[in-house]
């Protein structure tokens, strides 16, 4: 089935390109739910969403892929996280007055930077690279990234709204990559056509296209004269981390005597998780088990 909340990898036959599609409507709702943010908050949030997506489906990990947006600007923290399966979750934060819908970026973040962070599970291993927020839109700032870091000419067309955040991809590889490519003068010249001619076809992409099109669709209305191999999908879904395990972590790491204090103010300890809004709280009980010698946790209540 050819729905929402789905990645796809594709492959021109003739040529050297790759590309990658993804959709989320439901895990994007989701991700949005509770947060109220304003309109151009929300699309820098879905933009950055499938900006991860599709940057986690061109590389290997078994960890986290993190890409976060800082800066001086009212929007000074923007947080998605990738999880093997193309689960993710995210988060955007901004104070005082923001600039009108469709302001460039960097007025937004307030210059500022990019930070890209992959990570294994066991955290064995961590890279990480950093992009200035120079560019007016966050695809073409993305598409610095590729280039810089991976030496592959790629390009990105992103969208988001109230519903849906999407984003399509296109990605030369190196001569050599397709079956019919060779390594001549002759094998590269026709690469850059080809890929220039791919290019031009991708140009012609609307934003209602990208935000309401099926990939299979989508793929054969730009391409529909080329050779293009469509794999079966990948499900994209929005899956927060925190637990009730967590939540006791970090209760504890802040001290018996500082629960204490917070439950004697307010009559009970209230941890709220900033990607969900899901609110973990503890009354006089459950902190006396939770800093008890031999801890029960079991009473702890999630509410949403």
């Not at 050819?2 to 409507?25: A, M, N, S, W």
């Not at 800066?71 to 923001?98: C, D, I």
């Not at 927020?133 to 988001?160: D, H, N």
């Not at 955040?165 to 003068?185: E, K, W």
Request: net charge negative; charged share 25%.
């Amino acid at each position: 089935m050819d729905g929402g909340d789905t990645l796809k990898r594709f492959l021109f036959e003739r040529f050297p390109v790759r590309g990658h599609f993804v959709r989320l409507d439901t895990s994007w709702r989701a991700l949005i739910e509770h947060h109220g943010y304003p309109e151009i908050v929300r699309t820098a949030l879905g933009e950055t969403a499938a900006a991860t997506l599709l940057l986690a489906a061109t590389v290997k990990f078994d960890g986290r892929l993190t890409l976060q947006l800082q800066g001086a600007g009212p929007m000074h923290l923007l947080v998605v996280q990738a999880q093997p399966g193309y689960s993710l979750r995210g988060v955007a934060r901004w104070t005082g007055e923001l600039p009108d819908p469709g302001a460039p970026l960097p007025d937004l973040v307030g210059g500022g930077q990019i930070v890209v962070t992959i990570e294994n599970e066991d955290r064995s291993s961590r890279y990480q690279g950093v992009v200035p927020l120079e560019s007016p839109r966050l695809a073409e700032t993305f598409e610095t990234y590729f280039t810089r870091s991976e030496q592959l000419p790629t390009r990105l067309w992103l969208v988001a709204n109230e519903t849906c955040a999407a984003g399509l991809l296109l990605q030369r590889l190196p001569t050599g990559a397709s079956a019919s490519s060779a390594t001549s003068d002759l094998a590269f010249n026709d690469a850059d056509e080809d890929w220039n001619r791919i290019l031009h076809l991708a140009g012609t992409l609307t934003d209602e296209e990208l935000a309401g099109l099926p990939a299979d669709e989508l793929l054969r209305r730009l391409f529909h004269e080329e050779d293009v191999r469509i794999f079966d999908p990948s499900p994209v879904s929005f899956r927060c981390a925190c637990s009730r395990e967590r939540v006791d972590g970090i209760l504890r790491s802040l001290g018996e005597a500082e629960a204490r204090a917070v439950l004697l103010e307010r009559g009970e300890v209230e941890v709220k998780c900033e990607f969900c809004n899901r609110a973990w709280r503890y009354d006089p009980v459950d902190i006396g088990l939770l800093f008890s010698p031999t801890p029960d946790v079991g009473s702890t209540r999630a509410l949403q």
